[in-house]
Structure formats: C-alpha cells, structure tokens
C-alpha cells in the first residue's frame, strides 16, 4: 500500500495525561511501527509540558490557556505565523512521495478549528476523531453558553466538512447524529494493559481506588461525601485517590472538613507501571463517578486488573 503521511492537530501531548493524548500517541506508535505511515503531531505548547527536544516528529505552537483546559494558540505571534508556514513548505516534500492526511480530534477544542483551517488552505484530506459524547460542561452558565453557540454554528459547519469523521463509541455516535448525517465510523480503543496477578480481596479493611483527573466534572467529591457515610459505621475503610487536577485543593479541604484525613490518600500523579503493577493489584474497589465520559479507557484497565468497579451509568460506560 502507498505510504500515508498523517498530521494530527493536538490540543495536548504526553507527558500531559489526558485520553485524547495518550490515544493519539499511542495510534501513532502503532501506525509506525507496522510502517503504516508517519505521523507527525502538531500541538499547542504551554510551556510546562515539552522540552524541545522530546520527540522528532512533535511541532510545537506558541499557547496560552485563557479558560484552564482549553487552551488557543498565540496566533499574534510571529513564531505561530513561521511554525505554519514550515509546516506547509514541507507538504511539497511529504506529497511528492506520500499521501497527506491532517487528522483533528474532539471538536471543542481549537487544535481542530486550525487543523480544518490548515485543511482547507493546503487542499487536503481531513479525519475527524472525536472523544466527547456531549455538550461541553464548565462551572459558568455564561461559558457553557458559548461553547454551545461555538457548537452550534462553527462547529457544526467544520464537522459537515470533515472528508471522514471517526466516533470512539456508538453513544458518541447518537449524539454526533445531532450535527450531521454523514456516514459516522465507530472505532473502539484498544488497550495495551496487561493484567499482573492481583492479591486476595481484603474485605475486612476495604481498601476503594480511583485513578483520574482532578476536575469537577469527574464528581470526586461526590465520592468522598459517599465515603464520609460509610466510614462513620467502618472504620476499616480507605480511599487513593491517584492524579492531580484543578479541585485538588478543594478535594484536601474537603477531606479534612470530613474529618478523614486517616482514610482519604492523595497519590498524586503515577504512571503507569506503577498503576498496573503496584495500585490495581491492591485495589479491592474501583470507582469512577464521573457524570460525563466519552472514552473510559480506565474503566477497561481497572476490570482487566479483576477489581470491582463501581461507576455511573454515563454513555460509553454502559457499553463496557
């Protein structure tokens, strides 16, 4: 088969760990290897994420977050103008002897509206991934508001004019039916998780994990407030909480307002030799309380490693 030469417009990259990121490194690595194609990933840079020289084929874009989680590119700046300008002078190399496909993933972010842009001024084809099976949902109404509009109008146009539009589950797929009726692909993802043999469950000291960013939209206080009621009758048991995010601090004071600071651990960041190999094998109960998913790829690890999960009956999670 002819070689593809892929370009991904990426709000984030690893070591920033998200599931859209590390999905995307991870197809990449795959693709490569099996000589597929080259992947070359253009990603916004926000200065505490990427040192210059962490991978060959990482194009950094001058970023700034203006709303934590969304971040928009410096496009003011001269080093973006010059960054994209290199991009396309090194199409006519990559299109003498490859095919050029410019991939963007979850509409929202404004890594896509650019890719689409680049799309269109260079005549290429475009893949759409998208990793979010609903409207976007922040602390603001004001701000929800416009990331509907953006939906609404932007989006919705962007979409309909993606070549071919790859969805992560079937619930993505129903809400994608809201913006067109183009043909939709669905495309599980794979994991490379490999189970290690897990200790007895321990039911006398009950021992509750979760494994996950620090956001509001991830409900963690909801699971220490149910935590809170339980302990007051079992004193046996005990929560890790393993990640780090905005509420982190919100979660300690909360902790400590409950008066369980004994039972309540903050793990921060692990990786995830640690997580397969030291923290699932030790978890007797896994919980995931989130109110919106799109890909709970965990959910996948955390049953892989035999622990009971217990999670909201949120889209994609009912499909496991």
């Known amino acids: 088969m002819n ?115 680049f799309t269109k001024r260079h005549k290429l084809k475009r893949v759409h991934i998208e990793h979010w099976v609903d409207y976007v949902k922040l602390n603001a109404k004001r701000k929800e508001a416009i990331a509907w509009i953006y939906d609404q109008t932007i989006w919705r146009w962007v979409f309909r ?62 699971l220490i407030r149910a935590l809170s009621e339980l302990y007051k009758n079992n004193k046996n048991l005990s929560l890790q909480i393993v990640w780090d995010g905005e509420e982190k601090e919100n979660l300690e004071r909360l902790t400590r307002e409950l008066n369980l600071d004994k039972a309540v651990s903050f793990l921060w960041y692990k990786d995830k030799k640690y997580i397969w190999e030291s923290f699932l094998p030790n978890i007797d109960i896994v919980v995931n309380p989130s109110y919106q998913e799109g890909l709970p790829t965990s959910v996948l690890e955390w049953l892989l490693a035999q622990c009971v999960v217990v999670a909201t009956d949120v889209w994609w999670t009912k499909e496991i």
Not at 22 to 40: L, P
Not at 50 to 56: A, H, P, Q, S, Y
Not at 64 to 88: D, G
């Open 3 to 117: 070689k593809i030469n892929i370009i991904q417009f990426l709000p984030y990259f690893p070591p920033h760990k998200w599931g859209l990121e590390t999905h995307a490194q991870e197809r990449g690595i795959w693709r490569e290897k099996k000589w597929y194609w080259d992947v070359i990933n253009v990603v916004f840079d926000l200065w505490y994420f990427f040192k210059k020289d962490l991978n060959k084929n990482l194009i950094l874009i001058p970023a700034l977050e203006i709303i934590p989680t969304f971040p928009i590119p410096k496009f003011w700046k001269k080093e973006f103008r010059k960054i994209l300008r290199v991009i396309a002078r090194s199409l006519a190399t990559w299109q003498s002897n490859w095919k050029v496909i410019v991939v963007t993933r979850t509409r929202f972010f404004t890594s896509s509206l650019l890719g689409w842009i």
């Open 161 to 222: 004019n993606s070549d071919q539009v790859i969805w992560i589950s079937n619930a993505c797929k129903k809400f994608a039916n809201k913006f067109t009726n183009k043909k939709i692909s669905v495309i599980y993802r794979w994991t490379e998780f490999k189970p290690l043999p897990r200790e007895v469950y321990n039911w006398k000291n009950t021992r509750i994990g979760f494994i996950g960013r620090l956001v509001s939209l991830k409900w963690v206080d909801l």
